[in-house]
């Protein structure tokens, strides 16, 4: 069974999630105070939804805590659409956010979006000069020195060094990485290549491009 945890400070909202993702069959544990969550219970999870703004630890400082322990998709939750919050958030290892108030069927499509798309299976490996990627691991290796990526980032750079050449808009990676059906929040790709390139570059490289206008390229 899928296992979810929930973590933000309104128990109303918490609730109104536990009740529509169960009846996806998924199992919710709902949590109002992150220092209250088991460390040792992380791992379970498959996917974590993350308030940013809360009393205790904010959603950033606590997802930066406990990222090197999670293998899992963490998707912030928000009514706060500064930039600054986003790129925040990005840089401490979240995967997606869902802007608040949210409905019923956004919150399912993007849960399963990201919970499809760990199901996938992946295999053998793809070798771009110095760059390679371990297709069964979700690895990348520059210059056989292994680079730290949140699933994400990986992802976005799976999908562009496969169709090297081929330029992408934010909204055609979005969709082809999360498989969401409407408009997601596609400014969160602009972040995630942000990163990306950041980890390429300190080690030498600079394969993604942007097309000015289009969007983005594996050269």
Known sequence: MVKILAIDDEMDLLVLIKNILTQKLYHVDIF??????????????????????????????YCKSIRDRVDCPI???TAKSLESDIVSGFSTGADDYILKPFGVNELIARVDAHLR??????????????IRFDLSANIIYVNDKKISFTKSEYRICELLARRRGQV??????????????????????????KNIRAKLQKE???????????????E
Do not use: C
């Open 32 to 61: 109002q105070n992150p220092t209250e969550v088991p460390i040792s219970k992380l791992s379970e999870y498959d996917l974590i939804l993350l308030d940013i703004m809360m009393p205790k630890i904010d959603g950033i400082s």
């Open 75 to 77: 998707l912030f939750l």
């Open 168 to 193: 992408f808009s934010r909204e055609q990676i979005y969709e082809m990485i999360f498989g969401y059906d409407g408009i997601g929040n596609s400014s969160a790709i602009s972040e995630h290549i």
């Open 204 to 218: 030498g490289v600079s394969p993604v491009v942007t097309v000015w206008g289009i969007g983005y390229k594996w």
């Open 117 to 130: 798309r760990e199901n996938r299976e992946r295999h053998l490996s793809l070798n771009l000069g110095e």
